[in-house]
């Protein structure tokens, strides 16, 4: 998995360059929804700390789930945004889409890769950058850079 904060960070990015995009509701349930989707994959991933705050559901997921398998997928995201859409709001929805793209960016560009098609085909992104390495540093700096100046 790629790091903790590197995801926050790139949540909070992709919130800050789409939220004008989007409206029909709440902005800071919404940020909080990306958030939200930007780390909710590594709930398969024994350590991560989504996967720890989720307590016993967290363990029953990374017992049974492949890392960067279904949790991972395209598959998971269309069934997610679906029944927020449906059962809440497809504002949130989207705040929760726009996250997972935002994960799906983090890991894309790590050695590791994802399989976004996952189960149906072996298809992987990837990149060149090692987790935790110091080209992520590199990434993590730049993207505080890219929100600070945001603010500016
Ligand atoms: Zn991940």
Do not use: C
């Not at 024994?46 to 990374?62: E, F, V």
């Amino acid at each position: 998995m790629v790091l903790f904060h590197t995801h926050i960070l790139l949540g909070i990015i992709v919130f800050l360059f789409t939220k004008d995009f989007f409206s029909g509701g709440n902005q800071i349930i919404f940020f909080l929804m990306v958030l939200l989707g930007s780390i909710l994959p590594d709930i398969d991933e024994s350590k991560s700390k989504i996967n720890q705050w989720s307590g016993i559901i967290g363990k029953i997921i990374a017992f049974f789930a492949q890392h960067r398998g279904f949790y991972h997928s395209l598959l998971f995201f269309v069934i997610t945004f679906m029944s927020v859409s449906y059962l809440w709001s497809n504002y949130y929805a989207w705040g929760l889409l726009l996250g997972y793209l935002a994960h799906m960016f983090g890991d894309g560009i790590t050695l590791m890769g994802v399989q976004i098609f996952y189960p149906f085909s072996k298809f992987k992104i990837k990149g060149p950058v090692k987790v935790g390495g110091m080209v992520e540093s590199v990434i993590l700096i730049f993207l505080v850079i890219l929100i600070v100046k945001k603010f500016l």
